[in-house]
């Protein structure tokens, strides 16, 4: 069990401290970088919890998919420091205080959970293999999963719709 | 020998299986650079590179001790930790995904039964997709660290390509997976072996072609070596680079040839099976004979895919790329859905 205490330790580790350096960084390229590492170490707590599945697909649609767009835009733009705009110091100040108001409002709700009693099943369990994960998906919940399905095919077509336009 | 609750036997083993498996892709990556320039003098009719040792034999040997020996040169306006970042993420994710592939069966060693498979995990080819997801960042970073247009245009056209065309090889890997019922490689080739023996390439006619479009762009070889067009980009994402450095990306290029050959050998062509329809383990060898010929026929068929990537390198012209983007997203994509549709209605029907 030590060693699993041990790879916790250090992954947990990892995800604050890019997460951390991903939001202090100054230049927008590094943060995509740091928020990248974030995910590869989520993706490290997903295996250690055995749920192969989600941390591939983690690491396949936001490290492999959406963070290579958020770098396409951020270097085309050349969003370098200089040209970043200084930001007013109120906006910031007004910023931080709805950051906290989310942040306050998520710990409330989420402090009376059911979610305190349950301990994470480490390195055991087997709902996070693909074949049970699909039979699950595929049979107990497949109305919100086709409903889903359908809102990611809808913003597609909203997507080139949006792209269409002269 | 537990210690830290670690089988330590088990983790040399492994580290063992490790080394002798990146050893054997650098020296293989090495020599296709050789066979890359022998074929391309056939193929023109030279003679080759035939100065360094007996056919020239030495002549990676060569080439890698220029590259080391050369200046190592950072541009002063570059972001100097991405600029070492990317040759080195190139590198990197070239050698991931060799851990996933089933280079043979099973050794029987001190009485022991070790599998030739470094990872035999729930996931394979979801593994190899993120893995080749994340090949992107080397071009990218290191075409942006350069600070240099070209190298900029190149590393987006690059990383446009790339995710453009996984798109359609995941398509036509599903189709595989629903004939195998299975993520697993040794599950993928096992569905293979077993019963009647029949590769997937019989099968799967249009998926492997697909497949084998997708890794050539994928891999940026021609005719869809678009980030590294000369006439149009100078030389390419690399175009800043010098020494080692340079050496990387071209050397995860040819590591990546022979990944996905080895790919394309193990999900279409059997992977380490010796021969179709037939059932070997009535030819009465032991198992550590056929383990070892099986790895041999595995080596075999990578090579004559990596021999048919130098050919279409040096028999076609490169594409435009407008052609290049038409190609992926109006003709693959369908035809690769296609055959998906087709597919999944075949298996539906013949198990009923």
Known sequence: MIIIKILFGFLTVVAIFSALMMITSKNPVYSVLWLIVTFFSISGHYILLNAQFLAIVNIIVYAGAIMVLFLFVIMLMNLNKETEPQKNRWIKMIGAIAGGCLLLVLVAALKDVGLKKQVAMVNGGDIGLIKNLGKELFSTYVVPFEISSILFLSAMVGAVVIGKKE | ?352
């Open chain 2, 1 to 352: 020998m537990y210690l830290l609750v670690i089988d330590w036997i088990f983790l040399l083993e492994k580290f063992i299986l490790v080394g002798f498996i990146v050893t054997l892709s650098l020296i293989i990556a090495m020599y296709t650079t050789y066979a890359e320039r022998k074929v391309a003098a056939w193929l023109q009719d030279r003679r080759g590179p035939n100065r360094a040792g007996p056919f020239g034999i030495l002549q990676p040997l060569a080439d890698g001790g220029k590259l080391f020996f050369k200046e190592e040169i950072i541009p002063l306006a570059s972001s100097k930790f991405l600029f070492i970042l990317g040759p080195s993420l190139a590198m990197i994710t070239a050698l991931l995904t060799s851990a996933v592939i089933p280079w043979g069966g099973t050794l029987h060693i001190f009485g022991k039964d070790v599998s030739l498979q470094i990872a035999d995990i729930n996931i394979g080819i979801l593994y190899i997709f993120g893995v080749v997801s994340l090949g992107v960042y080397g071009i990218m970073i290191g075409g942006w660290a350069s600070n240099n247009k070209f190298s900029l245009i190149a590393a987006i056209r690059g990383a446009s390509q790339m995710i453009s065309y996984e798109l359609a090889m995941g398509l036509s890997l599903l189709a595989v997976l629903m004939l195998t019922g299975t993520l697993q490689m040794s599950g993928i080739v096992g569905n293979q072996i077993q019963g009647s023996n029949v590769w997937h390439v019989i099968y799967q006619p249009i998926g492997f072609f697909i497949f084998f479009v997708c890794a050539l762009a994928e891999c940026n070889r021609t005719p869809f070596d678009l980030p590294e067009a000369e006439n149009e980009l100078n030389f390419g994402y690399h175009q800043e680079y010098s020494s080692m450095k340079l050496g990387f990306y071209l050397f995860a290029e040819y590591i990546n040839m022979f990944i996905s050959s080895a790919v394309m050998a193990t999900l279409f062509f059997g992977g380490y099976d010796i021969l179709p329809f037939v059932d070997e383990t009535k030819w009465g060898l032991s198992g550590n004979m056929l383990t070892i010929l099986g790895f041999c026929a595995l080596m075999a068929k990578t090579f004559f895919f990596l021999f048919v990537f130098i050919w279409i390198r040096w028999t076609i012209p490169r594409f435009r790329y407008d052609q290049l983007m038409n190609l992926g997203w109006k003709k693959l994509i369908p035809l690769a859905l296609a055959n998906m549709i087709i597919t999944a209605a075949v298996v539906l029907w013949l198990n009923k």
